[in-house]
């Protein structure tokens, strides 16, 4: 039973190379596999499971975040926020490099969306750099990189479901993930300080030619500055602050989120049935998308555990003289390389089930004598694999915001200039990952 748990998980991860959709491929095969391995009988399990996912609570703020964020972007507030930040930094070296970090991730608090992020600020962002003598491999890289931080900065989808897997508190999880989101956005702040005085004498003559451009670019004034700049901030606030003082519940903020998104549509005079429509339409097919691969991951980890997979898998390791640091390092490459291929959502409903027993396995004192409880244990693996699959969705050559990067960028830059701009990103997200193994209290600094 163990090595067919492991040929089935084999032949999960090749089908989907395949290009069939994710829950097709997770529900079709496990029943197939279930049919014939385990009996008719051992799918009245099933129902119970599905019904017990879908009733789960936490579960509705995913479709109330996704149409929060698209109502922002719809609006057009990423835009408009960009040039408010261009007029917070103007006169500073490299402002519109830190203007596009801070966009970044205000969009990242504000929507958690990441695709549609990297896309709005490629399309924003990357003519404005470029017409401003900033180097294409930077200008790429900055972006892809800032537009990705919606991967730990809350309210992050990634977060819910890791959450819902874990079986942890979503607001913990999103107060362990401000820190290691702060260190991110500082980290690229100084280095977009640093990489624009390198091209300072460069930027200061294009910025000189292009004065009127310029104002163009910040020309955001009075009350309409501060409705840009502030209303985001005050809308991040109510729903963050409403989780972290225990007033609402993850999915009650989503839901003054998702209000409070429209009210902004409003005050911009963006809000009509076109709008509502088209946001509609977008929050429906992201969320199915999200359920049905959930419902098709309930079925293989149903499968998979009836073929004794996760007691093979806790044996090899547990008795094989693997320590529990040498298993997180595994999982840390091999939910990496798998970021390469597979779509956050796939990854987290398909690898986390199979390691958690694992996790649980080895216990707290094994992983850290500095963690407490099986609580921050998990806790602290949820944030290590959120920042690992972030770091994965930037890396060449099958880094998904590079693809969403090159859709917008086209001719303008090279590929090979991309792939420079991105490195010293992954190297600053890839110290993050070790100092976050190495002091696993950090995270518990807002938490």
Sequence with gaps: MEYIALIFFAAVLLFLLTGIPVSFVLGGLSVWVGYWVLGEDFFRFLPSRIFGVMQNYVLIAVPLFIFMGVTLERAGIAEDLLRAMAKVFRGVVGGMAVSVVWVGALLAASTGIVGATVVTMGAISLPILLKYGYRPSFASGIIAASGTLGQIIPPSIVLVLLGSVFNISVGDLFAAAILPGALLVLGYTLYALWASYRDREQLKRVEKRLESADSEVT???????????????????????????????????????????????????????????????????????????????????????????????????????????????????????????????????????????????????????????ESELLLWFAILLAINLQTSFLTPPFGFSLFYLKGVAGDRVSTQAMYRGILPFIIMQLVLIVLLIAFPRLIFFTV
């Design 219 to 373: 020309q955001i004034e009075g009350v309409q500055f501060w409705f840009t700049l502030v209303i985001p901030l005050l809308l991040i606030v109510a729903v963050l602050g409403s989780i972290f003082a225990g007033i609402a519940s993850p999915t009650e903020a989503a839901a003054i989120g998702a209000a409070g998104s429209l009210l902004i549509a409003a005050g911009r005079g963006k809000l009509n049935l076109a709008l509502v429509h088209q946001v509609a339409r977008e929050t429906t097919y992201m969320s199915s998308m999200v359920f049905f691969i959930l419902l098709g991951a309930t079925t293989f980890s149903l499968v998979f555990r009836g073929l004794n997979g996760d007691i093979f898998l806790i044996d090899f390791f547990t008795e094989g003289g693997y320590s529990a640091r040498e298993f997180l390092w595994v999982v840390v490459i091999i939910v990496f390389i798998a970021g390469f291929f597979i779509d956050f959502i796939e990854i987290i409903f398909i690898v986390v089930p199979v390691i958690l027993p694992i996790i649980k396995a080895y216990g707290v004192d094994d992983f850290s004598s500095a963690l407490a409880t």
